[in-house]
């Protein structure tokens, strides 16, 4: 079955940096796009970036644009959010998302930015 297991959430100070991971299994992994969604509190889920099988083009929101990098191993079959200069906005559940026949999610992993 579809698995994806977030990792590497946690507190960081404002104008800090994180690393995101997303492991999975139970598909094709080199075929999918991948995004990263994120859910604030009291927010609906948002995407935030995504990429192409290839990895070749990458696509990111606005609020995020400059600052986080979304990237791919698929001999890992690892997707990888790398955010800089963190906002206190950011503060949210970041989720790793792929649509295999229906939307998959992992648990997601706690981001939370102090100001």
């Known amino acids: 079955q579809v698995q994806l297991v977030e990792s590497g959430g946690g507190l960081v100070q404002s104008g800090g940096s994180l690393r995101l991971s997303c492991v999975t299994s139970?598909?094709?992994?080199?075929?999918?796009?991948l995004k990263w969604y994120r859910q604030g509190p009291g927010t609906e889920r948002e995407v935030v970036a995504s990429?192409?099988?290839?990895?070749?083009?990458?696509t990111y929101e606005d609020f995020v644009e400059g600052r986080f990098t979304i990237s791919r191993d698929n001999a890992k079959n690892t997707v990888y959010l790398q955010m800089n200069s963190l906002k206190p906005e950011d503060t949210a559940v970041y989720y790793c998302?792929?649509?295999?026949?229906?939307?998959?999610w992992g648990q997601g992993t706690q981001v939370t930015v102090s100001s």
């Open positions: 990429i192409t099988p290839a990895g070749s083009i990458t």
């Open positions: 998302s792929v649509d295999v026949g229906r939307r998959y």
């Open positions: 139970g598909f094709a992994f080199r075929l999918y796009h």
